[in-house]
T-cell receptor, first 113, second 114 residues
Framework: DQQVKQNSPSLSVQEGRISILNCDYT??????FLWYKKYPAEGPTFLIS?????DKNEDGRFTVFLNKSAKHLSLHIVPSQPGDSAVYFC????????????FGTGTRLKVLA | DTGVSQDPRHKITKRGQNVTFRCDPI?????LYWYRQTLGQGPEFLTY????????KSRLLSDRFSAERPKGSFSTLEIQRTEQGDSAMYLC????????????FGPGTRLLVL
């Protein structure tokens, strides 16, 4: 039972354009969501997060949107840069518990120069 | 701040051998997590420590797996009688008391069981 889904295994975007990565979840108990970026042979690096009491959070070029009714979140990267090429994972947490993450399967983003 | 470190970074072993991995969390982080990642999948939760207490174990953690965090600082993950299905990236993460929601990951230990 995949509680967090990233249905697009890969995405290619031209440098300077917007990258939109999507994530869907099924468990309504999740109340905190995060995006991590992962390069080959490295651990995931924290990018941005959002609490379920918000619908948007921005940090520089990165914005995360949360639609609770649709159980959907998305990560927007504007403008995209070649250095953004990596695998992006969304993770969901129930903060009343142990804070263990439930991850999606990842989306490989390739930003073309 | 040196971040989360893991040792070794790579381990190749023969089926049936025991292996042990070490994780050093960020200093003063009281929570420590172990995850496992296989090809094409996201990391999967294995176990969690708050200080030295192991508070949750995933059903993925068979009785061949054991984890410790004896003094509430570094942690070890041991796999006994390794099987080829244990081949994966083993990730350690830690978080602090203030921002418990954000975990910081180490570089991982890649295990290959032949």
């Amino acid at each position: 039972d995949q509680q967090v889904k990233q249905n697009s295994p890969s995405l290619s975007v031209q440098e300077g354009r917007i990258s939109i990565l999507n994530c869907d979840y099924t468990n309504s108990m999740f109340d905190y969501f995060l995006w991590y970026k992962k390069y080959p042979a490295e651990g995931p690096t924290f990018l941005i997060s959002i609490s379920s009491i918000k619908d948007k959070n921005e940090d520089g070029r990165f914005t995360v949107f949360l639609n609770k009714s649709a159980k959907h979140l998305s990560l927007h990267i504007v403008p995209s840069q070649p250095g953004d090429s990596a695998v992006y994972f969304c993770a969901a947490v129930t903060t009343s518990g142990t804070y263990k993450y439930i991850f999606g399967t990842g989306t490989r983003l390739k930003v073309l120069a | 701040d040196t971040g989360v470190s893991q040792d070794p970074r790579h381990k190749i072993t023969k089926r049936g051998q025991n292996v042990t991995f070490r994780c050093d969390p960020i200093s003063e982080h009281n929570r420590l997590y172990w995850y496992r990642q296989t090809l094409g999948q996201g990391p999967e939760f294995l176990t969690y420590f708050q200080n030295e207490a192991q508070l949750e174990k995933s059903r993925l953690l068979s009785d061949r797996f054991s984890a410790e965090r004896p003094k509430g600082s570094f942690s070890t993950l041991e796999i006994q009688r390794t099987e080829q299905g244990d081949s994966a990236m083993y990730l350690c993460a830690s978080s602090n008391r203030v921002v418990q929601e954000t975990q910081y990951f180490g570089p991982g230990t890649r295990l290959l069981v032949l």
